[in-house]
């Protein structure tokens, strides 16, 4: 065996190797978003989990955060480049939104108010890989950053992380959505550097 071993430097998430390939550290949240940011009174908040069969749940504001939470520290990395390490966050597992839901599908359309959507595979929304967040450091999630809630996929690229985020929707087949018809790459992995369409 050699003294360096093959593989040892950039290894994901051992110690000072926390940045994926070509991203660099910042410590401000920039904000990104493609449109304005809606505003969605927590009165007539919903959101609404579909199948391929037409089956529906749905929860409101208040029946959302009744729900059992958890505490979320994780890395985050936009495709443009900047990473956050360390970002603290409350919200709903998917995978308790998908109890009880009777499905053969393999992906997930994320929707949100304003309309943009993303693409996920099913089994990437599952196993302690995603929420729907609501608090960021202890605090409402601000509008700018998605609140009242975002869905938070952290081992993804970050417009995989739908702000305003209302609705998923399984679906048997993948279906781009608004970053991904545009040329982003489909799954979006930052350790892979999968940035654009052929990465
Ligand atoms: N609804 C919605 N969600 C979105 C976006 C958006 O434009 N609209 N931008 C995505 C992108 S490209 C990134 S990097 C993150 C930015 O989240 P932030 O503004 O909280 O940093 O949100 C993602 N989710
Ligand atoms: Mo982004």
Redesign the pocket.
């Known amino acids: 065996m050699g003294i360096v071993s093959p593989g040892f430097f950039g290894r994901r998430g051992s110690g000072d190797t926390k940045l994926p390939p070509g991203q660099y550290q910042t410590r401000d ?7 304005p940011t809606p505003r969605v009174d927590l009165d007539r908040w919903q959101f609404t989990v579909s199948t391929e069969t037409g089956q529906r749940k749905q929860w409101s504001w208040q029946e959302l955060t009744s729900l059992p939470s958890e505490d979320i520290t994780t890395d985050i990395h ?3 480049k900047w990473s956050k390490f360390g970002t603290h966050w409350k919200g709903v597992p998917v995978e308790t939104l998908l109890t009880d839901i009777e499905t053969a599908a393999d992906y997930v359309m994320a929707h ?1 108010y ?1 309309g ?1 959507t ?1 693409n996920l595979p099913l089994e990437d929304l599952l196993n302690g890989q995603a929420w729907v967040a609501y608090q960021y450091d202890g605090e409402p999630l601000a509008p ?3 609140g009242p809630a ?1 869905l938070l996929v952290p081992h993804l ?3 995989k ?4 985020v209302n609705g998923l929707e399984l679906m048997l087949a993948d279906e781009p959505g608004f ?1 991904e018809t545009a040329g982003y790459h489909d799954y979006g992995d930052p350790w892979r550097e999968q940035r654009y369409q052929g990465d």
């Open positions: 949240f920039p904000v990104l978003s493609a449109g936009c495709v443009t949100s304003g943009y993303t700018e950053h998605g975002r690229y970050f417009w992380s739908a702000k305003w970053w």
